[in-house]
């Protein structure tokens, strides 16, 4: 029992004089304060003015990017729409006529609407505007040509001011390659 009482009042002597041993280091030092440097601090604030520079940017194209793709999905979801309201309601029929007097078809928004191929109302996800019309047209020879899906203006209504709408084209090659 002796023996364990001298060792731990062995610990406490060291602990002490390491104590004191390091607040005399601090006081040669002249670190009798704690805290950050004003260098300190603005050191760490050029850093993070450094990384928002960067990543600004970055985040802008994403969110930009985002928009346009969520666009295109829905172009080709109409564009998907129509394929199966021509398969449906016009037995198959991508042209009319035949030869060189091939005409590609044209199916309207609100003709898929009408006949449940589409929800009612379409909204256009980057502007959330409700797309009023459109047409998805196709080739003389079936293909698709180009999907239009046009956005109506909305009315003035207290301090919000009338919006013109805006045709939105989007080529085959947009369309199709859209996964």
């Given at each position: 029992?002796?023996?364990?009482?001298?060792?731990?009042?062995?610990?406490?002597?060291?602990?002490?004089?390491?104590?004191?041993?390091?607040q005399?280091?601090?006081?040669?030092m002249?670190k009798?304060?704690k805290?950050?440097?004003?260098?300190?601090?603005l050191?760490?604030?050029v850093?993070?003015?450094?990384?928002?520079?960067?990543?600004i940017?970055?985040?802008?194209?994403?969110?930009s990017?985002?928009?346009?793709?969520?666009d295109?999905?829905?172009?080709?979801?109409v564009y998907?729409?129509?394929?199966?309201y021509?398969?449906?309601?016009q037995n198959?029929?991508f042209?009319?006529?035949?030869?060189t007097?091939?005409?590609?078809?044209?199916?309207?928004i609100?003709?898929?609407?009408?006949?449940?191929?589409?929800?009612?109302p379409?909204?256009?996800?980057?502007?959330k505007a409700?797309?009023?019309?459109g047409?998805?047209?196709?080739?003389?020879t079936?293909?698709?040509?180009?999907?239009?899906?046009?956005?109506?203006?909305?009315?003035?209504?207290?301090s919000?001011?009338?919006?013109?709408?805006?045709?939105?084209?989007?080529?085959?090659?947009?369309v199709?390659?859209?996964?």
């Open positions: 029992m002796n023996q364990a009482a001298e060792v731990i009042n062995e610990v406490e002597v060291k602990e002490s004089r390491k104590s004191t041993f390091m005399r280091v601090w006081s040669k002249g009798d304060e805290g950050f440097t004003l260098i300190e601090l050191a760490v604030l850093i993070i003015a450094i990384i928002a520079v960067i990543a940017p970055l985040i802008g194209n994403i969110i990017n985002s928009r346009t793709n969520a295109l999905a829905t172009a080709r979801q998907d729409a129509s394929r199966l021509i398969t449906g309601e198959g029929q042209t009319t006529g035949s030869g007097s091939a005409v590609g078809a044209s199916v309207s609100s003709d898929m609407q009408n006949k449940g191929y589409l929800d009612s379409l909204v256009l996800p980057s502007t409700t797309i009023t019309s047409t998805v047209t196709y080739t003389n079936g293909s698709l040509s180009q999907v239009v899906l046009n956005t109506g203006g909305t009315a003035a209504s207290g919000t001011p009338a919006t013109t709408g805006t045709a939105n084209t989007f080529t085959a090659e947009k199709l390659s859209q996964k």
